[in-house]
Structure formats: C-alpha cells, structure tokens
C-alpha cells in the first residue's frame, strides 16, 4: 500500500514562477533566468527543452531579452542592473519572498538593525538582504549558534528565509530578546513549507510505515528538512531525485509494504507520479516472482 503526504510537491510560489515561464516560452523562443528557476534538476531540464536559458549573473543576459525573476527573488541592485541593461523583466517572484523583502527593507528604513534567519549563500537570503537599506546594517546567522554571537543593538528586526522551521525561529528570537532594547520579530515563514513539514509528520504518525520515498531535488533545501524531519520521526527514508534514483535502490522497497510518499515544495506533479507508479507496480508483483 503506498500512502500520500497530505501536502506533497510544488508549493503556490514555484508553481506560479513554472506557470510564467512556460506562458514566457510560449510568448517567447528564448527566454531567461538568473540562477536555476526551480531546485529540481527534471524540471529544469524540461524548461530547458523549450527554450530556457539559464545566466549566472545578470551580466550574461543579452540587451532585448525577457528575463523572468524566480520565485526566490533578486536584490534590489540585480533588478536596477537588469533594468539598465534594457530587458524585459517579468517578475516571478513568491508573494511571500517579497513581503520577507518588504519587511527587511520597511525595518531597516527604520533604524533596525535586520537579522535574517537562513542559509547566507541561498539565493533568497540573498535577495532579501539586497532589500536592506545599507545604512541600517544586517547579518544572516544560520541558528542559534550563530545567534549568540550576534552584538548588542537598540533596535533588531528577526525576519526569517520562508523555509525556516518555526521552533528555531522562536528559538533565536529569544536569544535575540537579551541582544537589544527592542526585537521586532518578522514570522515570514510561509505556510507551504509547515504545512509539507507537518504533513511529513502526520504521515509518519498516523500510519505504520516501514519506510517513506521523499521525492526532491537533492539540492532543495525545504526537502532536506523533509528529510530531517522524517528521520526525527524514525522513519527509513529514501531520498529519489527521479524514477532512475529509485529503480537504482529497488533492493530498498523490498519486502515493504506500507511505504509513504513525501515531496518537496519543488517537486513536479508529474515525477511524482511517476516514482509512485513504480513503486505501486513494484508492489503489485506476487511474492515468488521477479519484477524485473
Ligand atoms: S516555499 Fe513558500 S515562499 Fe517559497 S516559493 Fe513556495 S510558496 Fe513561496
């Protein structure tokens, strides 16, 4: 029996940002992007075929082109180089990234001194803190390790990366209470991502699993947190980019039968039908037999 993760693959955000690049490359023979559109080497690669470019800075884009901004968004420098270069830009960016960008550039206009909560080499991190007014100062601390070693400021403004967990949100939080005179906490967590996180638990829980298959881009990071947060829940993961990850591990699936399916927030719907046809084909063959 093969049981689904309540919320499983592609969140509001990137299914959005995937929708304007597909409708871009219907409007468009080329059109580009600053950095991987999605974390889902499959996705891309199908994007790709029709007609996706993928620059590593802005300063690759030719003059004239239709530059579409991913969801995890662009600082504010990238998007005033791009409007110099005369492209055309179509802004993809996720709702929420943009109010983690607006609050981190609202407080700093304020005087707060912005820790952002996250990954300093994530491409959102990064955009969130190209919306910091430069006067105001920031710094990007990872946990609560790095937490403690942040300086004494009056003012400090916690706005969170939208893939952050919420208990180590709260936790750095308090840790920053004892850092200046007045903490302004930014809860920019997005509910995509607690809500796969807690449909990774209730999976988990309500159900006697002997093992889940999480299904992701190895370099996604909220589904490295599936990840984490399955194994905390003691369960047997195996983690499949594809189909091929899988057929690869297929000694993995024997003798399980109650296996449940999880998927990241860039998964696509149709890779994750596809390693779930597998496994229910695998499951299908009478004990005795070989599928291969
Ligand atoms: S995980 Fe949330 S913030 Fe990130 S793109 Fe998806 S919906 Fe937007």
């Known amino acids: 029996m093969i049981v689904m993760a309540e919320h499983a693959g592609f969140c509001f955000g990137v299914r ?12 468009n023979s080329e059109v580009w992007t600053i950095g991987l559109p999605i974390h889902n080497p499959q996705e891309v690669a199908r994007l790709e075929a029709l007609g996706l470019r993928i620059a ?5 884009i030719p003059p004239g082109a239709v530059v579409i901004i991913r969801a995890h968004g662009e600082a504010l420098g990238v998007l005033a180089s791009l409007k110099a ?10 709702p929420f990234v943009k109010k983690a960008q607006d609050k981190a550039a609202e407080l700093s206009r304020e005087g707060y001194y912005v820790v952002l ?8 991190i990064k955009g969130i803190l190209g919306h910091v007014n430069d006067s105001a100062g920031a710094e990007v601390v990872a946990d609560e390790n790095e937490a403690l070693n942040v300086k004494h400021h009056t003012k400090i403004a ?17 840790i920053l209470t004892g850092k200046c ?10 509910k995509a991502t607690s809500q796969r996180q807690e449909a990774a ?11 889940v298959v999480l299904i992701g881009g190895k370099s996604s990071a909220n589904t490295g947190k599936l990840r984490d947060i399955l194994e905390s829940e003691g369960v047997n993961v195996l983690w499949v980019e594809d189909e091929r990850d899988l057929e690869a591990e297929s000694g993995w699936l ?24 597998i496994i229910a084909a695998k499951q299908e063959v009478p004990r005795g037999l070989s599928n291969s």
Do not use: F
């Open 158 to 174: 916690l706005v969170s990366q939208t893939t952050q967990r919420e208990e180590r949100l709260e936790r750095v939080a308090g």
């Open 16 to 27: 959005r940002a995937v929708d304007g690049i597909t409708d871009a490359l219907r409007r």
């Open 117 to 124: 909560l996250g990954d300093k080499n994530h491409p959102e």
């Open 254 to 277: 024997e003798g399980k039968n109650m296996i449940g399916i999880a998927a990241g927030a860039s998964t696509p719907e149709w890779l994750i039908d596809k390693v779930k046809n």
């Open 201 to 211: 638990r209730k999976l988990v829980r309500e159900n006697s699993l002997e093992g």
């Open 181 to 190: 005179t007045e903490l302004h906490v930014c809860n920019t967590i997005c």
């Open 56 to 60: 590593s800075s802005e300063s690759e």
């Open 85 to 94: 270069r005369g492209v055309t830009v179509e802004d993809m960016t996720c």
